[in-house]
């Protein structure tokens, strides 16, 4: 009896699918850090790396709560031949587990890039067919995130190629992320939030506020605006370990102070993933302020973890509220529109309730918040339940005015 009962369960257990958990606790907050890809494209070097790290820590970013220095693609040089990936040589000449371990040394961690299909998107190897052992090699170099992505994949089930990645990244024994780079095709936020930490949502970002850039070949890249647009429906989807990401920032990289203040502003309402893609070892004061503004930051890295809801427009505004911890939320006004613009603002017209995620009600008639503004860092004055216009806002073209509102005692 016992025999057949023992038997029956090892033939339950071989025939179930092996799947992994992934790793848990990566990313009750949306993840932070840096990637190689919008400033350096292919022009990356174990120099580049190490420059970038030390700028993290000498800048104060590391301190900020940035902490992934992401190399993506263009690292690889050939498989051996057992078939393990090497990096190229020419580039990092004394190897990827030497840059993990210099990142390691200055407190920050190490990101690496790789595909689902035979090739990256700039043609090095892709991981089909090697998902185990390029797991296991990233896991012996010391990386703790992987980006992977989903060019060159005709013919592979994209939940298919993600759990594969996700079993082989638990089964090598390091606590890697895995940041999920497919683009929003397939809808991965409908079957992926066992399987990935973050996953794109909008095709790939490029420097520019609000023009598509679109290419012969058939595709097209978003301005900021274009992200924040496909990202805005898909709030229900994200929480506390598994996040939209509409891909990385773009903040220093040649659009004005405001259109990037703008920018990393809605990237926070949105509780989106911070990856910078400047040169952080040359920066300039606007953008790093931009960047450290740790009031807004903490916007981003709420707790409760909710993406922010864009609750109404008006005359071509934006009013958008997120939700945070201890009763507060966070509220942004965006002007995407060419012409500065005012707003006689009545607290009594925002009285809603979050009933898609957090169930949070404002309450402006009934609870008074203090009023700090996000960007000049001062407190200005209290919001009123008396229905009557309490202030006129000013938004200056492809800009925001933002406010920490908490519960006044
Ligand atoms: C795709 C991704 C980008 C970047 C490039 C690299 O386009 O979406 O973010 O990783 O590949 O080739």
Not at 93 to 112: E, Q, R
Not at 127 to 151: F, I
Request: with cysteine; net charge negative.
């Amino acid at each position: 009896m016992k025999f057949v009962a023992l038997t029956s369960v090892v033939l339950a257990m071989v025939a179930m699918p092996m799947k992994a958990q992934k790793w848990e606790h990566l990313a009750d907050t949306p993840q932070m850090g840096w990637s190689t890809w919008n400033k350096f494209q292919g022009n990356i070097s174990e120099d580049v790396i190490k420059g970038i790290a030390d700028a993290m820590v000498e800048s104060g970013l590391k301190d900020a709560g940035y902490t992934y220095i992401n190399i993506d693609d263009c690292w690889h040089g050939q498989r051996d031949a057992d078939g393990f990936i090497q990096a190229d040589p020419v580039k990092f000449p004394n190897g990827m587990k030497a840059v993990a371990d210099y990142v390691h040394s200055k407190g920050l961690k190490l990101g690496i890039y790789s595909d689902a299909g035979t090739g990256t998107c700039a043609n090095m190897p892709g991981s089909l067919g090697h998902e185990y052992q390029d797991a296991l090699q990233y896991a012996r170099w010391g990386v703790d995130y992987l980006k992977y992505d989903w060019c060159n994949t005709p013919n592979i089930n994209p939940q298919g190629a993600y759990q594969l990645i996700s079993d082989a990244l638990r089964a090598a024994g390091r606590p890697i992320f895995l940041s999920m780079c497919e683009w929003g095709n397939s809808r991965p936020w409908k079957w992926a939030r066992e399987i990935g930490h973050s996953w794109r949502t909008t095709p790939d970002i490029w420097c520019s506020f609000d023009s598509l850039r679109v290419f012969d070949a058939g595709y097209s890249q978003f301005g900021v605006m274009q992200c924040i647009q496909f990202n805005d429906s898909l709030r229900q989807y994200a929480g506390p370990g598994y996040w939209n990401d509409p891909d990385m920032l773009e903040v220093g990289n040649g659009m004005t102070e405001s259109e990037d203040r703008a920018h990393f502003t809605m990237w926070c309402m949105m509780a989106s993933p911070l990856i910078l893609g400047n040169d952080l070892r040359n920066m300039s004061e606007a953008t790093r302020n931009i960047l450290m503004n740790k009031e807004m930051i903490a916007v981003d890295q709420d707790p409760l973890g909710v993406q922010g809801l864009h609750y109404c427009d008006h005359d071509g505004l934006q009013f958008w509220f997120k939700p945070l911890t201890d009763g507060r939320w966070a509220m942004a006004v965006l002007n995407p529109t060419r012409q500065d613009a005012s707003y006689e603002l009545n607290w009594q017209d925002f009285n809603l309730t979050d009933t898609e995620v957090s169930k949070r009600s404002t309450q402006f008639d009934t609870t008074v918040y203090s009023v700090f503004n996000l960007w000049t860092h001062r407190q200005e004055g209290k919001t009123q339940k008396k229905n009557k216009v309490e202030r006129t806002i000013t938004v200056k073209s492809h800009d925001v005015v933002a406010y920490l509102l908490t519960p006044w005692k």
